[in-house]
């Protein structure tokens, strides 16, 4: 690739670009194509990749044929494959091939879209895009949104809302000397929502984990009797966060019933359902998704199960004004007579990539139909995979089958400890295979297995693969020693 780089820019003339943007594709579509060969997780020690990089900038110009190579050698081999179909741990994060091609449209007109006259079409691209998806979900149209980075971003930002609406006045007179405030969250929920009520000032201490059910649900007498204690003491109820589909289990908490809660006390309710929230376009799943209309705040996660590209968090609410309260400003340099929403409003961030042309896209290139019969295959193979799991008495659940993810570990009699070493080679086993990779928890003090189906990419054959690399690891691991 000849160099052609224009010396009083210092950019790439267009056949440069052109050349390299055909190679660039090149290897994407190879990498698509080969992944499910790869190792999904990289043979690499900590550091080796940074060593390869050099520790100098270089003062002159590659070509982009030598980067790529580097890319490919040193970068592409050292990262775990999200995009693998044997990637079954947390939850996943692949990236259908319109997601690919709409972040190569986002970078080349590179747009802020902080306020509507400066993008008035990437604002009205998101403010479509979202209400898109909002009705792909369910929710009533009273509901409208944005995008932002992730769900801890989303958390985050609604806490703030919260925060305000409980007449803490923080945005005029800051945190001193006001009211001690809490927020309600199950002991299985993401830790998002402590790291929010950190960054919010609130503390460690505010954080009111609420104990849940046999199914790992947050039990609803339980909050009312957390926000009764709290009240008593004079500290006021913040923020009640329900999960449907909680970080370890994909459990649902009963979002009808700590709705209720929530209003006759007058607290602020989030709904993450950062995961699970696109399975609300498959109409059998919907009652799992039952009050979630009456929340102050949702946030689900496009980014996970419906296959765009990082990062794609959608926060949606009934309301703006609580948002705009909490952190809304515009400096004299931005004022604008246009009559339009600003999307910098609602958030922290001022400058806004064109994330709704990702959604957009999705949407256009895929269509509600495809992307819920996506999730209702998923859904499918992780309860036929639980099923088989159990056959034979080797592998038992650790709770009950939720969306697509099972939670389980190899049964064991004897002492605890043995057990849960035992558990945790087979693990190390299968994903020191690497055709799979599966992460784990803990639950109920026990060391649990993980196995999430999320990857547009796996297959029935990719659950096959792992189910046998498990029964073959715990038949080669005996629990009583080390393997």
């Not at 592409?76 to 996943?92: D, I, K, M, Q, V």
């Amino acid at each position: 690739m000849p160099d052609h780089t224009d010396r009083t820019s210092g950019d790439w003339g267009p056949e440069t670009l052109r050349a390299a943007l055909e190679a660039a594709a090149e290897w994407t579509v190879d990498y698509r194509q080969r992944v499910g060969e790869l190792p999904v997780f990289p043979a690499v020690e900590p550091g080796g990749v940074r060593r390869a990089l050099g520790d100098r900038p270089p003062r002159e110009p590659q070509s982009f044929e030598r980067v790529l190579a580097d890319f490919d050698e040193h970068i592409a081999s050292g990262l775990t494959h999200w995009n693998h179909p044997g990637f079954l741990a947390y939850f996943s994060s692949s990236t259908r091939a319109p997601s690919i091609v709409a972040e190569l449209l986002i970078a080349a007109v590179g747009v802020n879209a902080m306020l509507w006259r400066t993008s008035p079409a990437a604002t009205e691209v998101e403010r479509t895009s979202v209400d898109w998806l909002r009705q792909a979900v369910g929710l009533p149209a009273s509901f409208s949104g944005v995008i932002l980075d992730t769900a801890s971003t989303s958390t985050f930002t609604a806490l703030l809302a919260a925060r305000e609406r409980a007449g803490t006045a923080v945005r005029t007179d800051g945190l001193a000397g006001g009211p001690s405030l809490a927020v309600y969250t199950s002991e299985q929920s993401h830790s998002s929502v402590e790291k929010s009520a950190l960054a919010a000032g609130l503390g460690h201490r505010a954080v009111r984990r609420i104990e849940v059910d046999d199914a790992f649900r947050m039990r609803p007498e339980a909050l009312e009797t957390a926000i009764a204690a709290d009240l008593a003491k004079g500290v006021r109820p913040a923020m009640v966060c329900a999960t449907v589909g909680t970080t370890s289990t994909a459990s649902v908490d009963p979002v009808e019933a700590l709705g209720a809660v929530a209003r006759r006390h007058g607290v602020w309710l989030h709904v993450d359902a950062a995961y699970a929230g696109p399975a609300a376009m498959v109409p059998e799943q919907r009652a799992n998704f039952r009050g979630w209309e009456t929340a102050d705040s949702i946030v689900l996660n496009p980014h996970k199960w419906l296959g765009t590209s990082l990062d794609c968090s959608v926060l949606l609410y009934p309301e703006a004004a609580p948002f705009r309260a909490s952190l809304a400003l515009t400096p004299t340099y931005l004022e604008s007579e246009d009559d339009e929403t600003n999307l910098m409003d609602i958030g922290l961030a001022l400058g806004r990539r064109f994330r709704g042309l990702k959604l957009w896209v999705l949407f256009r290139c895929v269509g509600t139909d495809g992307l819920a019969e996506t999730l209702r295959r998923h859904i499918a193979m992780a309860e036929a995979a639980a099923a088989r799991l159990v056959d034979g008495g080797v592998f038992e659940l650790a709770a009950p089958v939720s969306f697509s993810t099972v939670c389980f570990r190899a049964a064991w009699a004897g002492d605890q400890a043995t057990g849960d070493r035992w558990n945790r080679e087979i693990m190390a086993r299968v994903n020191a295979g690497g055709r799979s990779f599966l992460s784990h928890t803990e639950l109920g003090r026990r060391y649990v297995l993980r196995l999430s189906v999320g990857s547009v990419h796996t297959e029935e054959r990719h659950l096959d693969e792992v189910l046998d690399a498990l029964h073959r690891a715990a038949d080669e691991l005996s629990p009583g020693e080390p393997g």
